[in-house]
C-alpha cells in the first residue's frame, strides 16, 4: 500500500520564476492538503482539494494555486517566486468528513528560491 | 479560529528517562481533535497520537501518553523510557474545520 509521494524531493529557483509541485494520495484517500514550512517553523495551511476544487485555503495569496486530477493527485503551483516562499511543502491525504480525520505526510519538496 | 501554543523552543533529556512536551490550545470549535506529530531531520511529519475532545480516557499509543485536560486547554505529550531515536522535532496539532493548525514546534534531543 502505497503512502503519500511528493516530487520533486528537491527544487531550485530564481525570483519571478513559476513552479508545480506534485502530490499522489494514499491509496483509498480523495482529499489533498498542501502546507508551507518555513525553516524553524511549524507548518502553515494552504489549501485543501476535494473532488477537483478547491474546499478551503489559508492565508496564501493568488501566486498559490492548485489542482486536483479526477485520480486524486493534485499539484501545486507557485506563480512569481520570491525569495520567502523557500520552504518545504508538505502534501497531506485523508478521507473527508471523518471524526478523526487522519492525514498521511507525504516527504516533503524542499524548494529553494535564490 | 485555531491557536496552538508550545512553550518550549528546545529540551534535553537523558536517555531512558520519560519526557512531558507541553502543548495548550484555543479553539472555538465544540468538537476537535488533537495530534501529535514527529518530525525527524528527514522531514517527514510522523502521527504519533490522537485525542479527541469527546474522548473519556486520555490517549495512549506504546511508549506515547497524551495527558489531556480539557478544562485547562492542555495536551501534554509524554514519552516514557526515551531513546535516542526519539530526537526530533515535536508538533502539537489541532484539527478542526477540515484543517490542521501547527504549534511551532519543540525540538527534543536525547542524549546518551
Known amino acids: 500500500d502505497a503512502g503519500v509521494t511528493q516530487s520533486p524531493t528537491h527544487l531550485i529557483k530564481t525570483r519571478g520564476q513559476q513552479v508545480t509541485l506534485r502530490c499522489s494520495p494514499k491509496?483509498?484517500?480523495?482529499?489533498v492538503s498542501w502546507y508551507q514550512q518555513a525553516l524553524g517553523q511549524g507548518p502553515q495551511f494552504i489549501f485543501q482539494y476535494y473532488e477537483e476544487e478547491e474546499r478551503q485555503r489559508g492565508n496564501f495569496p493568488d501566486r498559490f494555486s492548485g489542482h486536483q486530477f479526477p485520480n486524486y493527485s493534485s499539484e501545486l503551483n507557485v506563480n512569481a517566486l520570491l525569495l520567502g516562499d523557500s520552504a518545504l511543502y508538505l502534501c497531506?491525504?485523508?478521507?473527508?468528513?471523518?471524526?478523526?480525520?487522519?492525514?498521511?505526510f507525504g516527504p516533503g519538496t524542499r524548494l529553494t528560491v535564490l | 479560529a485555531q491557536k496552538i501554543t508550545q512553550t518550549q523552543p528546545g529540551m534535553f533529556v537523558q536517555e531512558k528517562e520519560a519526557v512531558t512536551l507541553d502543548c495548550t490550545y484555543d479553539t472555538s470549535d465544540p468538537s476537535y481533535g488533537l495530534f501529535w506529530y514527529k518530525q525527524p531531520s528527514s522531514g517527514e511529519m510522523i502521527f504519533l497520537i490522537y485525542q479527541g475532545s469527546y474522548d473519556q480516557q486520555n490517549a495512549t499509543e506504546g511508549r506515547y501518553s497524551l495527558n489531556f485536560q480539557k478544562a485547562r486547554k492542555s495536551a501534554n505529550l509524554v514519552i516514557s523510557a526515551s531513546q535516542l531515536g526519539d530526537s526530533a522535532m515535536y508538533f502539537c496539532v489541532n484539527f478542526g474545520n477540515e484543517k490542521l493548525t501547527f504549534g511551532t514546534g519543540t525540538r527534543l534531543t536525547i542524549i546518551p
Open positions: 491509496s483509498g484517500h480523495d482529499t
Open positions: 497531506a491525504s485523508s478521507l473527508p468528513d471523518r471524526g478523526y480525520n487522519e492525514q498521511f
